[in-house]
C-alpha cells in the first residue's frame, strides 16, 4: 500500500500521516535522518517498520541525494526498492512534485491550503480550547497574512497558551514561529527592526508602501474569494522597488515585512547565478519553491543583474541567456507568495517582468529637506553628541542618499570614539570628505566653505 499525500505544508501531511497510520491500527515511523548513506538509511527505515509493524513515513528529498556527488539512476533505484518493500507507505511531497518513479496501485491525496474563513476558524478553535480571548480584528488579520493549516494552528496557540498574551504581535510571532524555516538554507534573513516612522521617503513613495502592506494581507480574500486567482490558481503578490542605491529600498522591504508580522529574506544573487548551463535554473527553482512554503517577503536586491533585458541572439550564450530569462518569467508568473524586486536600473529590466510586476515603488533622491531629516536621525539619541552640529549645511551642501548618510555618521561615530570625545561637526565633515574622495571627489571651498582645511587635513 502506497499513499501519496501532495501537501504545502510538511507538518499537515504529518499530520495526515499519522492520522492515516492510526486508522490503519499501526504506528508512524520516520526514515532517521542521522545515517548520512542514503542506501543504508532505507534499509533502516524499511527494516523498522517491518519489526515494528508500522507504517513507514518518507519525505521526498530525505531519500534524494543532494550533494552532488550521486546520480539520478542512483535515486531512482533507491526509490525502486522502497516501494516494493513489504510495508504500507507514506510519501509526503510538495505540490507539482512527482514520484522519482513510476508505480502502480498509488493513492494520492491532495492536503488543499485552506482559505481565510479556514484558517480564521481554526485561529478561534483552538484560542477558545486554551482560554483564550483575542480581539477579532487581530485573529483575522493573522489568519489572512499566514497561510497555516490546523496542525500549525494548534502549535501557535499552544505556545500563546504559555505567555497568556494574545494581542496581534504575539500571534504574529507565534504563526512566524510555524510558518515554517524552509527559506534560512536559501536565503538571508534580514533582521533590522525599523518601523514607519524610520523611512524619510515622499509622500507618494509611503503611500504605495502601504497600499503594497494591504494588498499582502487583503491577498487571499482577492484571490480566493473573489476568485482572481481562479486562471493561475496562484496568490501572489510582486512589487518592484527602483532607485538609485542608498534610497531607501531594502530598509522600505523591512520596513513592510515587520508592519505584516512577516521574515524579510534577502536572496543572494552569488549563491544563485551560476556559470553552468541550466544551474541558475535550478538554484532559482529551490529558492522560489522554499518561498512558498514558508509565510515571508522575498526580497532579491540588484534584481537587473538576474532579470536582465533579453537580446539578439549571435550565439550560444545568447540563447541559452534568452532560455534562462524566459524560465524566470513563467516561475515568476506562477510565484505563489511574496515578491519584492529591488533594482538600481530599472531600465535595465526585460519590459516583461515589469508588466507582471503589480506594484511599482519609486525611490528618487532625497532632497534638502528630506537631507537634513536623514541627518537629525543618522546620529542615535543615545549617542555623545556636540552641539557644534549644523544639519543645516550637511544637508545644503552635499546631495548624498540616506545609505550615503548612514555611512558618514556611522564613521564619524567611530573617528569621535577613537579620539574618546563626542561626536562633533568635525567629524562628520572628515567622514564626508572621505566619502567625496572615494568618488573621486576633490574636496573644494565651494562645498565645504569654512570646514575646507578640515576636509583636505592629512589622513582624511
Not at 496562484?234 to 508592519?259: D, Q, W, Y
Request: proline share 5%.
Amino acid at each position: 500500500r502506497v499513499t501519496v499525500l501532495e501537501s504545502w505544508s510538511e507538518a499537515e501531511a504529518v499530520e495526515a500521516a499519522r492520522s492515516l497510520a492510526a486508522r490503519w491500527g499501526r504506528r508512524l515511523v520516520e526514515a532517521s535522518a542521522a545515517e548520512p548513506d542514503l542506501d543504508v538509511r532505507t534499509r533502516q527505515a524499511v527494516l523498522r517498520a517491518r519489526l515494528h509493524d508500522a507504517t513507514l513515513f518518507v519525505r521526498t528529498a530525505s531519500l534524494l541525494d543532494v550533494s552532488g556527488e550521486g546520480s539520478p539512476e542512483a535515486d531512482r533505484e533507491r526509490w525502486r526498492q522502497l516501494l516494493q518493500a513489504p510495508v504500507p507507505l507514506i510519501v509526503a511531497v510538495s505540490p507539482g512534485t512527482q514520484l522519482p518513479v513510476e508505480t502502480e496501485d498509488v493513492e494520492w491525496l491532495v492536503i488543499g491550503r485552506p482559505s481565510v474563513r479556514d484558517r480564521q476558524g481554526f485561529w478561534e478553535h483552538e484560542l477558545a480550547a486554551r482560554g483564550l480571548e483575542a480581539a477579532g480584528p487581530d485573529v483575522a488579520a493573522v489568519a489572512a497574512v499566514f497561510s497555516l493549516g490546523p496542525a500549525q494552528v494548534r502549535a501557535a496557540c499552544t505556545t500563546l497558551a504559555r505567555t497568556g498574551s494574545t494581542d496581534y504581535p504575539a500571534l504574529s510571532a507565534a504563526a512566524r514561529s510555524r510558518s515554517g524555516a524552509a527559506l534560512d538554507s536559501v536565503a538571508e534573513r534580514v533582521t533590522a527592526d525599523v518601523r514607519w516612522d524610520d523611512l524619510v521617503v515622499p509622500p507618494a513613495t509611503a503611500r504605495r508602501l502601504q497600499q503594497l502592506a494591504s494588498a499582502v494581507r487583503c491577498r487571499r480574500e482577492v484571490f480566493d474569494a473573489w476568485q482572481f486567482g481562479r486562471l493561475t490558481g496562484r496568490a501572489s503578490v510582486r512589487a518592484l522597488f527602483s532607485g538609485p542605491s542608498g534610497t531607501g529600498k531594502t530598509m522600505a522591504a523591512s520596513v513592510v515585512a515587520r508592519e505584516l508580522g512577516l521574515d524579510l529574506y534577502r536572496v543572494d544573487l552569488s549563491a544563485v547565478v551560476s556559470k553552468y548551463i541550466g544551474e541558475t535554473e535550478k538554484n532559482l527553482e529551490r529558492v522560489l519553491s522554499a518561498a512558498e512554503r514558508t509565510d515571508a517577503v522575498l526580497l532579491f536586491d540588484e534584481a537587473d543583474a538576474l532579470f536582465g533585458r533579453r537580446s539578439e541572439v549571435k550565439d550560444s550564450h545568447d540563447r541559452y541567456a534568452n532560455i534562462e530569462v524566459a524560465f524566470l518569467l513563467q516561475r515568476i508568473e506562477s510565484f505563489d507568495g511574496v515578491l519584492v524586486l529591488a533594482t538600481n536600473l530599472a531600465g535595465n529590466l526585460d519590459e516583461a517582468f515589469t508588466r507582471r510586476l503589480p506594484f511599482q515603488v519609486a525611490f528618487p533622491p532625497p532632497d534638502e529637506a528630506a537631507r537634513r531629516e536623514l541627518w537629525r536621525r543618522a546620529l542615535p539619541a543615545t549617542a555623545p553628541v556636540a552641539d557644534d552640529i549644523d544639519p543645516e549645511f550637511l544637508a545644503h551642501g552635499f546631495p548624498m542618499t540616506g545609505g550615503g548618510i548612514r555611512s558618514a555618521a556611522l564613521l564619524a561615530a567611530f573617528l569621535a570614539a577613537h579620539e574618546g570625545v563626542p561626536i562633533c561637526m568635525a567629524h562628520l565633515v572628515k567622514a564626508v570628505a572621505r566619502q567625496r574622495q572615494h568618488q573621486g571627489k576633490v574636496p573644494s571651498s565651494a562645498e565645504f566653505g569654512p570646514y575646507l582645511r578640515l576636509a583636505r587635513e592629512e589622513g582624511v
